[in-house]
Antibody, heavy 125, light 108 residues
Framework: QVTLRESGPALVKPTQTLTLTCTFSGFSLTSSGMCVSWIRQPPGKALEWLARIDWDDAEYYKTSLKTRLTISKDTTRNQVVLTMTNVDPVDTATYYC?????????????????WGEGTTVTVSS | SSELTQDPAVSVALGQTVRITCQGDSLRLYYVSWYQQKPRQAPLLVIYGNNNRPSGIPDRFFGSSSGNTASLTITGAQSADEADYYCNSRDISGDQLVFGGGTKLTVL
């Protein structure tokens, strides 16, 4: 059974650094084609993809947030960590991590097949 | 462009067929996946690779794509299908994933 669980602070002050951890089980992030993404959703708004880390350590980021985000993995602990620097109240959202398999269908296709429950982060002084 | 555009809201009568669309330049190149999200729940994958259903997704969910438009069609809509639906694909550069703005489906 594949599961993912997000953890991190519920409240962060503006300008601080936010660190979120995704702890997963039921798959290995060393397996070829396996990836993990972070996605967020501000209250009442749409989903927003943030970052992805692949089995081969490749990292991909939403362009507009690239300077503030870092994604990393610890395969021995089955964890993926997302850090976001210089947070602002607009970063208030529910943050999800999701397993993101890569499949080859003419082109490489990525989809998020198993999601965590999400963790709610509020940025406020 | 890195944008995927969806209609904000669509309604369908119980038992009828509804199509939810997603438009974007990157869809000419890349496959799309679709997600269903009910209030206070995490999203659920309903279609990947344009037209593949994960195990457990009812066969009334059908995906297709042509040109710059991808579609999610629900035949015989049920009250349980009332939710927000999001499309996702790679952006034109191929490096990022991007979501559409979401479509709120109401089953009347």
């Amino acid at each position: 059974q594949v599961t993912l669980r997000e953890s991190g602070p519920a409240l962060v002050k503006p300008t601080q650094t936010l660190t979120l951890t995704c702890t997963f089980s039921g798959f290995s992030l060393t397996s070829s084609g396996m990836c993990v993404s972070w996605i967020r959703q501000p209250p009442g708004k749409a989903l927003e993809w943030l970052a992805r880390i692949d089995w081969d350590d490749a990292e991909y980021y939403k362009t507009s947030l690239k300077t503030r985000l870092t994604i990393s993995k610890d395969t021995t602990r089955n964890q993926v960590v997302l850090t976001m620097t210089n947070v602002d109240p607009v970063d208030t959202a529910t943050y999800y991590c999701a397993r993101t398999p890569q499949v080859f269908l003419d082109y490489y296709h990525y989809y998020m097949d198993v999601w965590g429950e999400g963790t709610t982060v509020t940025v406020s002084s | 462009s890195s944008e995927l555009t969806q209609d904000p809201a669509v309604s369908v009568a119980l038992g009828q067929t509804v199509r939810i669309t997603c438009q974007g330049d990157s869809l000419r190149l890349y496959y799309v996946s679709w997600y269903q999200q009910k209030p206070r729940q995490a999203p659920l994958l309903v279609i990947y690779g344009n037209n593949n259903r994960p195990s457990g997704i009812p066969d009334r969910f059908f995906g297709s794509s042509s040109g710059n438009t991808a579609s999610l069609t629900i035949t015989g809509a049920q009250s349980a299908d009332e939710a927000d639906y999001y499309c996702n694909s790679r952006d034109i550069s191929g490096d990022q994933l991007v979501f559409g703005g979401g479509t709120k489906l109401t089953v009347l």
